[in-house]
């Protein structure tokens, strides 16, 4: 039997990754992401817990400060509800963001030493990310049964929103991940955009609290007419406007083909510099 010799030379430069490629690592993607799901809470005192706990904590402290204190609007629901609906859709995105935009650099021993797409290891990311939204829903509508809220026709639209949240943040992550292997001022920096990007967003407070001659600038800020459009289907509040969810659907297109240009045009070097 003759022996068969296989030969990888690294990829040419390319203008947009290979996911022909990427999808036959796709077992690799579902390993890596159940190992991190499997790691993240194995030494924790509450595990999973704290996927609930944090949206509590959120919506308590908001309810104080923009509720009681700021005396906000919440649409015609409880300001708790209105706060923890805001902060579960919020951090959908902010996990996809963060993970993902990490994911290079916490397996660099992987980058270095064997080879495979390396858009696999941001996309990986979204698996502990959607099993954490998956536990904030549950715990959702655990609230909305309390508070005694019926969803009604829009909650059929709660995908879509779902999908443009994490949408957008593996795009801007996948940027991230990418720039950060050369650039690792971005990794501190990125924290503190995310935290800023939280007050100007309508997480803890309504779009209906903005001063009206802001308000036009403020929409096209895509993740408003997300934020807003899922608890719109969850709670039922006002729907985003036209604008808005033209902003959002836009902004996640450009953010996913930016993300994944650049992060095509940094692939083949990666190795090298991590």
Do not use: C
Not at 76 to 84: D, K, Q, S
Not at 101 to 108: D, E, F, N, P
Request: charged share 15%; glycine share 8%.
């Amino acid at each position: 039997m003759s022996d068969v010799l296989h030969v990888i030379r690294p990829a040419g430069a390319r203008r947009f990754p290979d996911f022909a490629e990427v999808w036959r690592f796709r077992d690799l993607a579902s390993a890596l992401g159940r190992r991190d799901v499997t790691l993240r809470y194995r030494q924790t005192l509450l595990g999973v817990v704290w996927v609930v706990l944090q949206p509590l904590i959120a919506g308590g402290l908001f309810t104080v400060v923009f509720g009681k204190v700021a005396k906000l609007p919440s649409d015609g629901i409880p300001y708790f509800l209105f706060a923890y609906t805001g902060f579960v859709a919020w951090t959908a995105f902010q996990n996809a963001l963060t993970r993902s935009s990490g994911s290079l650099l916490a397996q660099s021993n992987l980058v270095t030493k064997i080879y495979f797409p390396r858009l696999v290891l941001p996309l990986s990311a979204l698996w502990s990310t959607a099993v954490d939204f998956l536990v904030g829903l549950v715990s959702l509508a655990l609230l909305l049964v309390i508070y005694r809220v019926t969803p009604a026709w829009p909650m059929l639209l709660l995908p879509a929103w779902v999908f443009l949240l994490h949408a957008m943040g593996l795009g801007l992550g996948t940027l991230s991940a990418a720039l950060s292997v050369r650039y690792r001022d971005l990794q501190y920096a990125l924290p503190v955009l995310v935290q800023l990007l939280l007050y100007a967003s309508p997480v803890a407070y309504g779009t209906a609290a903005v001063p009206e001659r802001f308000r036009a600038l403020y929409v096209l800020n895509p993740l408003t007419a997300m934020l807003d459009g899922f608890r719109w289907s969850v709670a039922g509040t006002a729907a985003p406007g036209a604008l808005s969810v033209a902003s959002a659907v836009g902004g996640t297109v450009v953010a996913l083909a930016l993300g994944f240009t650049v992060f095509a045009r940094f692939e083949r070097r990666l190795a090298d510099v991590i």
